[in-house]
């Protein structure tokens, strides 16, 4: 009896050791032309033992290169994509890098920054305060999706302050969105559908309570 431990190392686990040992089989054929039908069949049915990975754009790509890997890139056959090296999948992709802009109030995002800093570059009228309003009230979402307990509009009107330089000043008794419309919005909503569910309920048993005109009244 042969144990799994003693047997070749599975190079890539999710394909299992019945495709590596095709592979390593598809290697010994001597013919080009067969060898490289072999793999399309080969490559074919990895795509069929993964199928999420057809989620992916390049995902046949992917699957070439599984094949190449396997075969400990020795495999000479004529696939639709370059093949790859060792070399190539030792690299490591270039570092994206990270925003630098220094955002001091994070739970507020950079788009409240920049559409501040649009409103500080209109004319003083009802329009421009009623998109303060509307950024103040956008601010109170931000703040509690990060801290779902409770603000004060007072805080967001002076973080409001301070993020446009202290340059835009909403009147203190300004009216925000209540704190309660925001955190339970959904929860009513299903407690709406609840009640309206319900009173389809009660009617459809009301309906079926009725007596039926085929059958006896019982006597008294």
């Known amino acids: 009896m042969e144990y799994n431990t003693e047997r070749e190392k599975i190079v890539i686990s999710e394909y299992g050791r019945n495709i590596q040992e095709m592979i390593r089989h598809l290697m010994d054929i001597e013919d080009r032309e067969q060898r490289t ?96 309003v509307n950024i103040a009230n956008q601010m109170k979402r931000d703040y509690l999706n990060w801290n779902r307990d409770t603000v004060n509009d007072l805080l967001i009107l002076d973080d409001l302050y301070k993020i446009s330089g202290e340059e835009i000043a909403l009147p203190m008794d300004t009216k925000l969105i209540p704190t309660n419309e925001i955190l339970n919005k959904p929860q009513q909503q299903n407690q709406n559908q609840k009640k309206k569910n319900n009173k389809k309920n009660n009617k459809n048993q009301a309906q079926v309570k009725q007596n039926n005109p085929n059958r006896p009244n019982k006597k008294n």
């Open 37 to 132: 039908e072999a793999a399309y069949f080969i490559v074919n049915v990895m795509a069929q033992m993964n199928p999420q990975v057809k989620e992916s754009n390049d995902y046949m790509h992917k699957l070439w290169d599984h094949l190449h890997i396997i075969a400990n890139y020795e495999l000479d056959v004529d696939g639709p994509y370059q093949k790859p090296t060792p070399e190539m999948q030792k690299k490591k992709p270039e570092h994206v890098g990270y925003q630098k802009n220094n955002i001091r109030y994070g739970h507020y995002g950079q788009y409240i920054y920049d559409v501040v800093k649009k409103v500080k570059e209109m004319d003083d009228g009802p329009k421009r305060q009623a998109i303060l």
